[in-house]
């Protein structure tokens, strides 16, 4: 029978209202789970005292304290990316990229600060997805499911286990806003109790669906926005992005991928500072990360980024930020995550890995 997470925010909540349970027993329970090494099948709910005597049988017959496992670990060799396979309950894999960065120091350092922890977690919000970018390895996979609120914070459990997390971006599988519901829920679930994450500290990446950015503005104040724009024209944008739409831009981040000889020249580097100029935005401009031999694309060299970055800031008073990607080695870059059979065979035989754990292989 299908369990829902424990992380199932709504569905916890009416199924204790019907049971009349007084919610506000939930963030307890939250707590505990989260702390729990117990990853098995049996969880034992009595390991959380003091709860009403009808919540146990309700969680025992509905709910998992987790509904995925993680199947997988794979580390970059210089150790600060880490990639998850994590096996969803029914049976699909979706992938999660830990990035230990230190922004205060501008380097990678590969463990946390003395002081606070700093990792990064990149997290999925769908099996695949339907926007179909050609640039994207999730594109190529076609959609399959949305996650459940549960399945997202989840990841945000499995991770918290492997390194402390400070900041969330959802870049991992998937177009977060096409899953709006799921989404919304699991980073008001990520800003309470016990997890407590600023909501400053949470980036959701869109390719730009314009009724959901309005509404998420609404929904969830103060969280950070990214754009994906990669091209200053409909034209190439439609080209390389077919679900490519027109968005209000506000006080956001711009994603940019320099495509060599597709959207990286100097004209377009001026058409995008004419769209941008008088907006109140930041550009980061991103390597472009290779999904396989057969892709039509590749990465812009230093000195176009560099010219491109230069213009921007020069000319058009923008903010341009240059993106160093990290976790290529490990398939693990913003792109790059599309769900291999996780069969050993396969992993070792991809030849870019270079430490794996395996958990349950
Ligand atoms: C995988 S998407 C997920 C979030 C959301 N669907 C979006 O498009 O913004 C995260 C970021 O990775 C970028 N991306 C996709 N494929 C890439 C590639 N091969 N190289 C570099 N960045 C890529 C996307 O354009 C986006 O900016
Ligand atoms: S870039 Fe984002 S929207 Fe486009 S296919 Fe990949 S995950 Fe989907």
Redesign the pocket.
Known sequence: MTMKSIFDAREIKVEFEKAGINPSFIPLIWKQASISHNDGENFEWEQIPSLPSAAYPLLYSKFKRLTSSLHSLFHSSDHVTSKLLIKLQNGAFVEAVIMRYDTRLGKYNGKPRPGGPRSTLCISSQVG?K?G?K????GTMGFKNNLSSGEIVEQLLHATRISPIRNVV???????LNNYAALVEAVRVMTGPPFQLSPKRITV???GIVHAINKLHNDLPGLNL?V?L?APVQDIRCQIMPAARAFPLQKIMI?Y?MLDGVNDDELHAHQLGKLLETFQVVVNL??????GTSSQFRTSNEQRVSTFQKILRGIYKIRTTVRK?MGQDISG?????VVNPPDKRSIESSGHLTDIEDLHL
Do not use: K, R, W, Y
């Open positions: 997805c926007m970018c640039f994207c390895a999730t959802f870049m991992g599988m998937g177009e977060p990446s869109t390719v990214a994906s990669h994603e991928i991103i390597p472009f990360n290779p999904i990607e870059a913003c792109g790059q995550l």
